[in-house]
């Protein structure tokens, strides 16, 4: 089973996912455009992606490159996104999220709650 959208709600500036199931990579690239799509149709200036409840399998490497680069490819739109989950969904390393912000990228990816809600707070510098 991938990666399914199980909920959205929407808050005041940024509009959450909540997803379930276990990692493929087109899934979480396809939850990243329901994201944009989300964010554009509720008029909202980020995403929260809470992928708390995403298992097995870790991303590789090169998938997580790949979602980096994805993220960053959609940066003209100025949607911040921020990712919520656990080890080793999420990298220690930042490996994607440091590709993503190579680029341009406005993308998070953190274990803390208030980390991820406080990265999608921040104003557009």
Known sequence: MGI???GIEVEPDYVVLHCRGGFSLPDALEVFEQAYAAAFREDRSGVLINACDVGPPAPSTLERFEIGRFVASRKANGIRVAVLGSHPLIDPGGFGETVARNRGGLFRARVRSEEAVGFLA???S
């Open 4 to 6: 399914e959208i199980v």
């Open 122 to 124: 921040q104003k557009a």
